[in-house]
């Protein structure tokens, strides 16, 4: 009988796959791809020297809320996530984290810990997650086409104007070298670093304790001039227009890009994969001055109901300890609890001490429609800016942001 | 042969009408598994999507029933409508730029020659590539640094500076139908060969005979003729352009500007972007009529053809 | 004379229009596929360049493949994954399509015909809109996040097609035959297998293409499904690679995954492609 023989095939074929399934006895970890400089060598080095062991995932940025989300509405989240810190609330509002709060009141130094990230990781009166890896922006330039270009390569530029006299000068090299790069169609990433050019300025995005949105202010018609300029000029390549923020180190790293605003965790990458690319790390200014930053990052957090949470404290132990403190710091995160920072850092470079400084000013707008307005790819932030440093109509893609903004706002009470 | 017992006191015929009913019963066994797999991931699936678009359903947490309120959202709901909308003209579009290449190369190949069998085969070959590698591939192509359109063209000097195909509303949307059209013109070619080649020759001689001429032929002769194929060819190319998501997703990631979001697409960030399942479910009702309506018009349109 | 040979010039000219026409075109068709797999064989430095020309100009590499096997967990894990995932589905499509395309065209039960249609018009429903109840059914039965979840999600997306190939198959085969094997005692299965079977492999094969072809390229509900890095598929890491790495794309990578993925199919397509032409033209007909 072929007929049962096939049959028995797929049978097997999938019994087969139903036992691949079977569950690993190692505690899984998920992190983000922006994350992928420092967290596999923290994770080795804990399980080095740990009995508890575990392992770890990196999901790409742009899918990591979406799996986690899945995942634990079908019963098979991973037992610890580091996830951004600006959606802790919505997860710890749905009941998925474990309550972390005695596990935190129990650490001598829980003052010391990123306010930011306790902050957001703050629900109801209980703590739900805890600081795992910070990150602010900062604004990076290339050193050896500063010095092609004539520029001094240790200043980096402290105002708008001085951005873009260096980069026209950059530009000038000619070839496909650009000035300033920035991406063009990336919601998250411009909210990292095109924010704080507002910030520095005086000017705000959400408003009344994040329930108002206030896109139509003069500094944010300033930002965006500031960057039509640019664009205009030719200092910023074609393909920053469309770039979702999947290729944003693509031109830096090849010494194609002079200036480029971007995350801390950026420092470790290119100390780790771009040994070559000379850079300096300064902080992203405001209009006549002024510096600003968006303190981000993950959280450490345990998916609720798994009886994993003596599990996590020895991780966290070790994370806040100062070899923990210290592997992150190399790799590009900025240390996470206060009182030994600047020990973590002291052995690395002038540029992650900026990093450190930057993160220490850093704001982070909060909101349980964080995602909708700011990440989402379909959503109104990463639309109107795209319309306003490309397209013509300014005032339209304001208005039209402000009002789809304010939309979301209001329907998530 | 028990149920012999149970039938009706047929004294005639009783041994054949129980075959009957036994035959009935195999026959009902032979296709239970694959009822069982539809009823079960596409049946059930399908009332419960209508039941959570009743429903404020979070990913996480509790769902609330809210009656028909996501409905009335939905209609004011600008950005479904302008996907819908985008989507309409994209199937259009794309399904009159399919058939345009897809006949002709059917009545190419119609004739066996030499090498026509590696036309066909090389017509056909982009079919049999996945929407997800064309995407992948296709994305490539169109990047403004490492693909080849836009450098390509700057090379021989047709532009004046490295264009960013998917910067623009037009080039997006274009570079898009070319690359479905080349991913699907050699699927609707053979299913277009088939009816072409149902056709008999005599009726065709016929034709001539009465001096018709070759496009008189084709008009009265070949394209009545064909009309269940050019159905079957239609339906499938328009159902598919009315769901289509992976190349607007990976290629222009619904850009520039959310301008090539499709209703997939839309429902897609709406259900795992922002986690209102609800909601998402009842755009997908909605889509999902509109789908049904288009293809019972197109049925009509065209006349039943058995079985489909 | 004069005639014949304006005739037969006439038909040089007219070959050299048809072939000029159809080798342009071919080329067209086969270019982006030619031109994908060779920039898979360049340096990883070089493939960041515009392909112009194509071919690796510093000597061929196997450098973006060596750096795609990096991903994750390594690339055959995920070939492995999509592998069985795909020789599942194929495996379970053939068998249920086999015994449905038989029960329609051969039995009469009652609602038989609304029972085909339903089976049929599922292909109008758009499944990316069932894929919230779809994820939530797996997960009561413990199958969200596994690949037997995937492959019979898979199977049912690809019933419509194969019920009604398999009903069309069995329906062109004269009663006749079977009811002589009828006569001579044999049971239905065995009149199934072993006269039936032989006569619709050409539709067999169709399904079986065309399963392997749905279930190893598709992408959104794998997406959505797989929640394990671990158990990705192809396309769904391809998208993971796509999406970059640090920060900038590898472009040679993401060709030579191209090419892995496009390779079993164009190898399957070509080896097969009489019965899946002679099968889909089979069905297009009915």
Redesign the interface.
């Known amino acids: ?3 049962l023989r ?2 028995a ?2 049978a097997t ?2 019994a ?3 036992t ?2 079977l569950a690993q006895q190692k505690l899984t970890m998920w992190s983000r ?2 994350s ?2 420092f967290m596999p060598g923290l994770i080795k080095a804990f399980n080095d020297t740990h009995k508890t062991q575990i392992e770890l ?7 990591m809320v ?12 991973p037992d610890f996530v580091s996830l951004d810190l600006v959606y802790a609330p919505a ?1 710890a ?4 984290l474990e309550d972390l709060t005695d596990l935190a009141k129990s650490l001598p130094y829980f003052e010391h810990l990123s306010k930011a990230h306790i902050g957001t990781g703050t629900y109801e009166g209980r703590i739900y997650a805890l600081p795992m890896s910070a990150d602010a922006s900062v604004l990076l330039w290339n050193k050896k086409l500063f010095r092609q270009a004539g520029l001094d390569p240790d200043k980096g530029p402290t105002s708008w104007a001085e951005i873009e006299a260096a980069a026209g000068k950059i530009n000038a090299l000619g070839g ?1 070298i650009r000035g300033f790069y920035f991406a063009g ?1 990336c919601g998250g990433c411009n909210a990292f670093t095109f924010m704080p050019l507002i910030w520095a300025s005086g000017g705000d995005i959400l408003v009344d304790g994040g329930k108002r949105a206030a896109i139509d202010s003069p500094q944010m018609h300033d930002a965006i001039n500031f960057y039509r300029e640019l664009v205009a000029k030719g200092y910023v ?3 920053a ?2 770039d ?1 923020g ?5 031109g830096f ?2 010494d194609k890009v002079g200036l480029s605003p971007i995350g801390a965790f ?1 420092i470790g ?1 290119l100390v780790k ?1 771009y040994p070559d690319v000379e850079f300096g790390v300064t902080f992203i200014p405001g209009k006549e001055g002024g510096r600003a930053s968006f303190a981000g990052g993950d959280n450490f957090v345990v998916t609720a109901g798994r009886d994993n949470v003596k599990a996590a404290k020895e991780f966290l132990e070790f994370v806040y300890s100062i070899e923990g403190q210290t592997l992150l710091a190399k790799g590009g995160s900025l240390p996470t609890r206060g009182d030994i920072a600047a020990e973590a850092v002291k052995g690395l470079d002038q540029r992650y001490q900026i990093a450190t400084e930057a993160m220490k000013m850093g704001r982070t707008p909060s909101s349980p429609v964080y ?2 307005i700011f990440n ?3 959503g109104p932030w ?2 109107m800016l ?2 306003a440093f ?2 013509d109509d300014v005032d339209g893609a304001l208005a039209k942001a402000q009002a789809s903004m304010q939309s979301i706002l209001d329907s998530s009470d | 042969m028990t149920d012999q017992q149970q039938l009706p006191d047929g004294t005639s015929r009783p041994r054949r009408t129980a075959r009957q009913r036994r035959k009935q019963l195999v026959g009902l066994l032979f296709v239970a598994p694959a009822l069982a797999l539809v009823l079960l991931f596409f049946i059930v699936p399908l009332g419960m999507a209508f039941w959570m678009s009743l429903h404020n359903w ?4 509790k769902p609330r029933f809210i009656g028909f309120d996501n409905y009335s959202r939905l209609l004011d709901d600008a ?1 479904f409508w302008a996907s819908m909308r985008f989507t309409i003209t994209y199937t259009l579009v794309v399904t009159v730029a399919i058939f345009s290449l897809a006949f002709p190369l059917a009545l190419f190949v119609e004739k066996t020659r030499p090498l026509t069998k590696f036309y066909r085969t090389a017509f056909f070959l982009p079919v049999v590539v996945g929407f997800g590698s064309a995407s992948l591939l296709w994305a490539w192509l169109l ?3 490492s693909g080849l359109f836009s450098p390509a063209a700057y090379s021989l000097g047709l532009t004046d ?4 195909l ?2 623009d509303f037009d080039t997006t949307f274009w570079s898009i139908i070319i690359m479905v059209v080349w991913k699907t013109a050699g699927f609707n070619m053979i299913i277009l060969l088939t009816g072409l080649q149902g056709i008999s020759t005599e009726v065709q001689e016929a034709a001539r005979m009465d001096g018709a001429s070759p496009w008189q032929r084709f008009r009265r002769v070949t394209l009545p003729l064909m009309r269940r194929t050019i159905a079957l060819a239609l339906i499938l190319s328009v159902a598919g352009s009315m769901l289509a998501f992976d190349q607007f997703y990976i290629i ?7 301008s090539t ?1 499709t209703a997939v ?2 429902i897609f ?1 709406q259900s ?4 209102h399942l609800g909601y998402g479910s009842a755009l997908s009702m909605v889509l999902l009529a509109i789908l049904v309506c288009i293809s019972v018009v197109q049925l009509r349109l065209l006349r039943n053809p058995e079985g489909m | 004379m004069s005639r014949n040979h304006g005739s037969s010039t006439r038909r040089l000219l007219e070959a050299a229009r048809y072939h000029g026409f159809g080798i342009a075109a071919a080329l067209l068709f086969l270019a982006p596929l030619v031109w994908s797999v060779l920039v898979s064989f360049k340096p990883s430095i070089e493939a ?1 360049q515009p392909p112009l020309p194509p071919w690796p100009v510093g000597g061929f590499s196997v450098q973006s493949y060596e750096n795609l096997a990096q991903y ?1 967990s390594g690339i055959w894990t995920y070939a492995g994954n999509s592998l ?2 795909s ?2 589905t194929v ?2 499509s ?2 249920v399509s ?1 015994l449905a395309g038989y029960g329609f065209s051969r039995f009469q039960f009652p609602l038989k015909n609304v029972l085909f249609v339903l089976i049929i018009s599922t292909v109008m429903i758009p499944f990316q809109s069932i894929l919230t109840p779809l ?2 059914i ?2 009561k039965l413990g199958l ?5 979840g995937i ?1 019979l999600v898979y199977v049912t997306l690809q019933l419509p097609f194969s019920t009604f190939m398999m009903r069309n198959a069995f329906d062109a085969v004269p009663r006749e035959i079977e009811d002589a094997a009828r006569v001579d005692g044999a049971s239905v ?1 065995a009149v ?2 072993r006269i039936m ?1 032989p006569l619709v492999l050409p539709g067999v094969a169709t399904v079986a293409i065309f399963a392997f072809l749905a279930s190893w390229n598709e992408f959104l509900a794998a ?2 499904l797989l ?5 990705y598929t192809l396309p769904v890491l391809m ?2 690679v ?8 590898d472009w040679g990578a993401v060709q030579s995954g191209v090419t892995l993925m496009m390779a079993p199919c164009l190898a399957l397509f070509l080896l097969l492609q009489r019965y899946y032409i002679r099968g889909l033209t089979a069905g297009a007909v009915k």
Request: glycine share 8%.
């Open positions: 009988m072929r007929l096939i049959a095939l797929a074929a999938l087969a796959l139903s691949s399934a791809s922006s992928e400089a995932q990196i999901v790409p940025s742009s899918e979406q799996k986690y989300a899945t995942a634990a509405a079908g019963g098979s989240a997860f509002k749905s009941g998925t496909d169609a390549p074609e393909s227009k469309t979702s999947k290729n944003f180190f693509g790293a090849t950026a990458n994969n995602n909708d989402s790819s379909t990463k639309q795209n319309e490309f397209g | 979070p990913l996480l947490g950005r990047d403004v640094d500076k490295r264009i960013n998917l910067a222009a990631d619904g850009g520039p500007q959310n979001v697409y839309w960030s795992f972007g922002s986690f | 960041r994750g069985a995932v020789a599942a495996a379970a053939v068998l086999l994820f939530l797996l997960t969200q996040n596994t690949l037997t492959v299965f199934l297998y079977l997406l959505i929640t394990d890095q671990k158990k998208a993971a796509r999406s970059g790495q640090f920060g900038t794309i």
